[in-house]
């Protein structure tokens, strides 16, 4: 009788990992095509790739005529946890000097004021050029900023190699296409600014 036990616990155990991978599958192909949707709004190329159970998506093209490519990333070592991230990033930098914005509440200390309270209590500004960097800032780039403030996370930088942003844990809905677009309204804002 015992066998029949285990048996029967090893078949719905089975049967939990299967409807559990047909549905991170289904959510898997989902995020296809809502990325392949959102490339096309955007007049860019959209590609995926399958990574063990998922689909790693691409976007890429041209913005203010620069090299732009969204991605999925798995970071992590199989020995250890892996984690998903989607990067947004301009290669080669348009800039030629290094700056970093990120919000107030994430910590770290500025070595850049623009000198509006209203800027320099939300924002951390670090740059090895503070002239340079005084200069990207007009009206556009800060107005854009005020706007995707509550999705700046892990900051936007900046050096001669990249320009880029990342999310950290991944878009892993629809909706968050719109923080997508508020942070490319800002890089393609800087780089309208660096011209």
């Given amino acids: ?5 285990i048996a029967i ?10 409807l559990l991978f047909q549905n991170g599958k289904k959510a898997s192909l989902k995020k296809v095509v809502w990325y392949n949707n959102w490339a096309l709004k955007m007049r860019l190329a959209h590609s995926s790739e399958k990574y063990l159970m998922a689909q790693l998506n691409t976007v890429s093209g041209k913005l203010e005529g620069c090299d732009v490519k969204i991605f999925e990333k798995i ?29 107030k ?6 070595n850049f004021e623009v ?8 924002f951390i500004f670090v740059t090895n050029d503070a ?10 780039v800060i107005n854009n900023l005020k706007l995707a403030n509550a999705y700046l996370g892990t900051g936007i930088s900046a050096d001669a190699e990249k320009f880029e942003h990342y999310f950290m844990g991944g878009l892993r809905k629809e909706e968050q296409t719109e923080e997508l677009e508020a ?3 800002v890089m ?3 780089i309208k600014a660096n011209k």
């Avoid at 199989?78 to 991230?85: G, W």
């Fill in 1 to 5: 009788m015992t066998n029949v036990y």
């Fill in 9 to 18: 616990g090893i078949l719905v155990a089975v049967v939990l990992l299967y």
């Fill in 75 to 103: 970071t992590g070592s199989n020995n250890k946890s892996q984690y998903l991230h989607t990067f947004i990033q301009f290669e080669p930098s348009p800039f030629n000097f290094e700056f970093d914005i990120s919000r």
């Fill in 105 to 110: 509440s994430s910590g770290g200390i500025s």
């Fill in 115 to 122: 000198g509006e309270a209203s800027i320099d209590d939300l």
């Fill in 131 to 140: 002239d340079k960097f005084r200069n990207l800032l007009n009206s556009e």
């Fill in 183 to 185: 942070l490319l309204n």
């Fill in 188 to 190: 393609t804002a800087l």
